[in-house]
């Protein structure tokens, strides 16, 4: 099974959003946020359905705009979508006509890095997703969980500074989702990468993380921020240990009056 990485220097970018607000005509999604991610820190988000998880995230990827409120990475405000950042969604973004090596070097190819170049780095991030027999195959040949690690191929093939992922392993059943988590937090924790991680797992969001901030119901805040403080090695098995199994109920303590009142605002909006 995965182990984790000992943590690297990081390179990571830090975080700091300030203050930021995003309403959708009257809709407030996001209450007025703040929230500092540090450099090579790696965070899970968690809150009821529709709280506005998603939408933080697309404000920090520089994606939507915030209506109020600022977003600045290591001190400079943020104006747009950056190469830097790298985004994993719930369903691989794979383009299909592509060999998976070619899949994983299409960031690369989009920057403009020529075919040799952008070739041997994807071969490279295909070596620490456990993809390299698989390079030549089409996504089509892979199981799901193949065609996720091939998305987080491509990601890491830019060296990004800030990785952004939205419930990237809900398609997944739970064995391979554990796996592909703590590959993600090892290859994070190697290149010290700061990530910002949308779950609906709770023990997923403890198990990965060093912190996990908890979201109000719509319009979403944070309500908490729990550190993790669970060894820097990371296996399933800690999931079993008495810390690991409180922390775990004290934020559904905490996410559980959140959930229904989501559920009563949806029921009659
Ligand atoms: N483009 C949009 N136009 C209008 N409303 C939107 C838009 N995007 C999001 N919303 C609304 O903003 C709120 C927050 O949505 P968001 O997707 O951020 O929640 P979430 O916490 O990520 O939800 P889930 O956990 O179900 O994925 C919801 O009420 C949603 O309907």
Redesign the pocket.
């Known amino acids: 099974m995965t182990t984790t990485a000992p943590r690297t220097e990081a390179r990571g970018v830090e975080v700091r959003v300030g203050g930021v607000s995003r309403s959708?005509?009257p809709?407030e999604?996001?209450a007025p946020t703040d929230v500092v991610l540090a450099p090579g820190s790696f965070t899970a988000l968690v809150?009821?359905?529709?709280?506005?998880?998603?939408?933080?995230?697309?404000v920090i990827a520089g994606l939507q705009t915030p209506t109020g409120g600022q977003v600045a990475l290591d001190g400079a405000a943020l104006s747009g979508p950056r190469r830097e950042t790298g985004i994993i969604f719930q369903e691989a973004a794979v383009l299909p006509w592509r060999t998976v090596l070619d899949n994983a070097a299409f960031a690369l190819e989009v920057q403009g890095v020529g075919k040799a170049e952008r070739r041997e780095v994807a071969r490279e991030t295909l070596r620490k997703v456990g993809l390299s027999g698989f390079a030549d195959a089409y996504p089509h040949q892979l199981s799901g969980g193949m065609r996720q690690r091939t998305a987080i191929a491509r990601v890491l093939s830019t060296q990004p500074d800030l990785i952004l992922a939205?419930?990237p392993f809900g398609a997944l059943d739970e064995q391979t989702r554990t796996v592909l988590g703590l590959e993600l937090l090892r290859v994070a924790r190697e290149a010290g990468t700061t990530v910002l991680f949308?779950t609906?797992s709770i023990s997923e969001a403890v198990l990965l993380s060093d912190r996990v901030l908890v979201?109000s119901a719509?319009p979403?805040r944070i309500i908490d921020d729990f550190e993790v403080a669970l060894p820097a090695e990371r296996t399933p098995d800690l999931l079993g240990a008495p810390e690991a199994a409180g922390l775990v109920e004290r934020v559904w303590q905490q996410i559980r009056g959140e959930a229904e009142r989501a559920m009563a605002q949806q029921a009659t909006s």
């Open positions: 959708f005509g809709v999604a996001l809150g009821p359905s529709g709280c506005g998880k998603s939408t933080l995230l697309d939205d419930e949308v609906h979201m719509r979403g």
